[in-house]
Each structure stands twice: as C-alpha cells, then as structure tokens.
C-alpha cells in the first residue's frame, strides 16, 4: 500500500512537474463569438524594420577642370522605401585637399540651399525646424575628411534628393 501511494505521489508530481513546465513555454489564446459582440479589427501588421542604410535611387556627378582645380558637383537621390518619415544622417567622405562649397537639399523640384552657421547656431535652428516638421538639413564637420548632413523628413515611400 506505501508502494502505492508512493507511486500515485510520484506520478502526480511528475505530471505537475511537466504541466508547469508546459504552461510557462506557451501563450493561451481566449476566442469570442463575434456573434454576441461586434469582432475588433484585424490587429495591424507589425512595424517593419528600418532599414541600415536607405537604397540609393541615382548618383549624378558633373566634374569641371579649370587649370589644378578640379570643381564636383554630387547629386545623390536616395530612396524611402518604409511607411515611416524618417530623420537620417548623410555621410560623405571628402579628400583632405577638398572643401564643400554649397549643400542643398531638393524638397518638391525646388533647391534649398544651405548657409554657413556656427556650429551652435546651426543646431539650434534645426532642432528648431524640425519640431515644427520643416525640411531643414544640418551640415557638420564630422572628423577627418569626413562631413555628415542631417536630413529631416525624408516621408514615406519617397525620394530625397542632396547636392
């Protein structure tokens, strides 16, 4: 009789045992009749990641030689291709014997050229623009031959254009 309650002790605790086990590694779902009650919508998909970098959609370069100047002018359309309006850093290697002359960002066919700031003041206006969703781009000294823009917005399923 002790050999049988131990066993029944040692079957129910090992039943419990997996059963916790079990409940823990797995959701529960609780259906309604959408009969009784109005169904709620269909749960929206999930948010698609961004991506590392965006696609770039064209580069155009014009290059002038006058003498031991050689003047480039870059225009790169990059493309968003997420359902967010995106705020992005632009990135672009420089040699060292080389200067930007003009940044511009292209918003609706029309050029918007940027004016030299100090470093402060720059950031304090474009912080400003985009709170109030304007089309504002930040050109910075980022380290050796290197400058970053910042880009903001760049709106869904479009392009943005920089020269």
Not at 19 to 42: E, N, T
Not at 49 to 56: D, G, I, K, T, Y
């Amino acid at each position: 009789m002790k050999i049988r309650s131990f066993v029944a002790v040692l079957i129910a605790a090992f039943v419990g045992l997996f059963s916790v086990a079990a409940a823990s590694a797995q959701g529960v779902i609780i259906p309604i009749v959408c009969d009784i009650r109005p169904c709620r919508p269909i749960p929206r998909p999930m948010p698609q990641p961004l991506p590392n970098a965006l696609p770039v959609k064209s580069i155009e370069l014009d290059t002038k030689i006058n003498g031991q100047v050689a003047t480039t002018h870059v225009v790169q359309i990059f493309r968003n291709d997420t359902q967010y309006t995106l705020e992005g850093t632009y990135f672009f290697p420089i040699p060292e014997t080389a200067s930007v002359i003009e940044f511009a960002i292209w918003e609706n066919g029309k050029k918007l050229v940027g004016e030299v700031r100090s470093r402060e003041e720059a950031r304090r206006i474009y912080d400003e623009i985009v709170r109030r969703q304007r089309d504002p781009g930040l050109l910075e000294y980022a380290g050796k031959n290197l400058f970053q823009a910042s880009i903001f917005p760049i709106p869904p399923y479009s392009d943005k254009s920089l020269s």
